[in-house]
């Protein structure tokens, strides 16, 4: 069942059928539990065979569902392995550390944060059409948690200067639109904060300890607001540890 699934550090965009065999499985399992009660249980309900054939059903039902798990996070592990791959190789350090002021000529948002949109999109609807009910749900949180991710952790490999912040939310802005996409109200908390994150970079540093007690950062720990304000360009020029104490 998982043989035809791409490995997860693939260079070019998998090509992930197993969303599809996932949906042909659950139309399977509906055939099954119907044909189970209707057909077979009339017959058995007074027979010693009835919890034998009971307890047969669940525990193929069960070892399919342990496969189509596995399949289903391999899946999405190729997913955010090419995801990985495009901001690896597509986005570039000077992005958001320009040298030059350029805020007439900047672009809505990067040209790595476009593939990875584009991309991310596709997969999305890939995951929605042949699956149903909760499974869409549970499938599209795992999906965008994991996404947050994987975005949450390429930020951090950067350093940001005023210019280039305004750029790197541009591209927050993009990824937040992409996952409301999800109608996932998990999904759209994780990315509201990491927008508010982002802030961060952007803020005077004077004003840097008002805002990280307000309302948008609320409940988000102060490491993580630390490791934030730490890749600013001017944290240490502007001594802003000092002013955080």
Known sequence: MHLGIPPPDCKSPPKLYFFDVVGEANAIFHLLERQFSDTLVPLISTSPKHSECVHKKREIMEQMEAKID???DRSLAVTMGYVKHILASEQKKTDFRPETENLGQMALYTPACSKVVQFVNVQAMN????LDG???STVLTEFGVRFHRTIYEHLQQFTYNSEGVMLA?????????????LQNPLVSSLFDALH?????LVVQPENLKQVCTGEQLAGIDRSVMMSFIQLRADFKTARIAQQLK
């Open 70 to 72: 596995t399949g289903l």
């Open 169 to 181: 939310i541009c591209d927050i802005n993009e990824y937040r639109k992409c996952m409301k996409n």
């Open 134 to 136: 909760k499974n869409v």
């Open 127 to 130: 995951i929605i059409k042949p």
């Open 196 to 200: 508010a994150l982002c802030n961060l």
